[in-house]
């Protein structure tokens, strides 16, 4: 689980900064279930539990969170934070009739994906608020579904990137 939450969170990183938004999608997200984007964990630290963190980034799940989205009924959902801010939230299911009403909840809220190679099953949505990747080609029946906002990812590559420039080759 932890490799597909990178993979999939490197992935959004990419194609957020790969292509500069047009226009904004339908019904472009500004948060999640009530967390607008930038919002400070400390608001919800009572509400969740941390299930993954190393100081910089951190994966929570909210207690009693409705684990529906439409018709679908999903496998988990997973708050991500950086630095403390609201970056974003990953769904995942695990049947193919989650996965199919997974999709169709997302076009009818967010408009026709972009679905960069029609043979795989990997749908995208990108505004200047908001980045959506749903990777379903790993498996028939598994899915996951990233919403993240494009700032704070911008933010958190930057941090990156600087991060990366500062260290001298050769070390550790």
Excluded at 57 to 79: E, K, Q, V, W
Excluded at 82 to 104: E, N, P, Q, W
Excluded at 105 to 130: C, D, I, N
Aim: aromatic share 10%; hydrophobic share 40%; proline share 6%.
């Amino acid at each position: 689980m932890k490799q597909l939450r990178v993979l999939l969170a490197s992935l959004a990183a990419v194609l957020a900064l790969a292509t500069p938004p047009a226009n904004a999608f339908p019904n472009e997200p500004s948060g999640f279930r009530g967390i607008a984007w930038g919002a400070p964990i400390t608001q919800y630290a009572s509400q969740m539990v941390e299930t993954e963190g190393d100081g910089v980034d951190a994966s929570y799940h909210r207690f009693g969170d409705s684990l529906n989205l439409g018709t679908a009924h999903l496998a988990g959902i997973t708050y991500n934070f950086y630095k403390g801010a609201f970056i974003g939230v990953v769904l995942h299911s695990d049947t193919g009739d989650a996965r199919d009403a997974m999709l169709t909840e997302f076009q009818s809220r967010f408009g026709q994906a972009v679905q960069p190679k029609p043979a795989q099953e990997l749908y995208t949505w990108r505004g200047p608020t908001a980045v959506i990747v749903m990777d379903c080609s790993k498996s028939k029946d598994q899915c996951a579904a990233e919403i993240y906002s494009r700032a704070i990812l911008n933010l958190r590559d930057a941090d990156r990137n600087a991060t990366a420039t500062a260290t001298p080759p050769g070390s550790f």
